[in-house]
């Protein structure tokens, strides 16, 4: 059984996070950015990715971007920003050749970190299947190591579910068909596979703004 905290795995990505050059202004590299989106064009997890986003390093909430792009002498270009304030980077290897920076500007009166995160390409809505998220986790698994490094079989938790995230911080409830209930507060509840029950379905209130990977082991 993998038993290591989730500080050895964010200490292997620490190299993507850029120290703001003002108070609202980020700054990367692509090629740093790059080399852990690839994983996204690898076969075997088509149904998730690795996304950016940026969170309030007071609340953890997520940062509002307020735009970002990417320049490299007198090239620009601008970046789409998802409803949920993803950050979306385009993967070409004729822009990691070049090389360009990549700036993000969040508000002005806000701190945020950088946050790089395993998460499903698709919302989740309604109607949710055991067997749809049990096909997710060996996948979220994959990136996760993947973007360990090396020797990151050996202390990545194991994906045992996942993290429901909710927009305008949602307070409600998931229902199982088995008859259980689940709290949703502020916006986020983890649910196990298990909790689903083999040939089970969950019920959600709404839309989903982000699902990621639930590690009940990372602590």
């Given amino acids: 059984m993998k038993k290591v905290s989730l500080a050895i795995?964010?200490?292997a990505l620490s190299g993507v996070v850029a120290l703001p050059i003002q108070a609202q202004e980020y700054m990367f590299?692509?090629?740093k950015l790059y080399s852990?989106?690839?994983q996204n064009a690898k076969e075997g997890h088509d149904d998730v990715k690795?996304?950016?986003f940026f969170l309030n390093a007071d609340t953890k909430k997520l940062c509002n971007i307020e735009k970002a792009w990417m320049e490299k002498e007198e090239?620009?270009?601008e970046l789409t920003i998802s409803p949920y304030n993803e950050v979306i980077v385009p993967l070409d290897s004729n822009l990691r050749s070049a090389n360009p920076l990549v700036f993000v500007h969040t508000p002005m009166d806000t701190r945020c970190d950088f946050s790089m995160v395993v998460m499903t390409k698709e919302p989740m809505s309604g109607e949710i299947s055991y067997d749809?998220?049990?096909v997710l986790l060996p996948q979220m698994q994959v990136i996760l190591e993947q973007l360990g490094g090396?020797?990151?079989s050996y202390f990545t938790p194991d994906v045992e579910g996942v993290t429901l995230e909710f927009p305008d911080n949602l307070n409600s409830t998931i229902t199982f068909s088995n008859g259980s209930t689940k709290k949703i507060v502020d916006g986020k509840v983890q649910v196990a596979l298990s909790e689903i029950g083999a040939g089970g379905t969950m019920t959600l209130p709404a839309e989903t703004a982000r699902v990621l990977p639930y590690l009940p082991k990372a602590n």
């Fill in 9 to 11: 795995l964010a200490a």
């Fill in 75 to 77: 090239h620009y270009e």
């Fill in 132 to 134: 749809q998220v049990e």
């Fill in 29 to 31: 590299t692509y090629s």
């Fill in 36 to 38: 852990h989106m690839k």
């Fill in 150 to 152: 090396m020797f990151a």
């Fill in 50 to 52: 690795v996304g950016f």
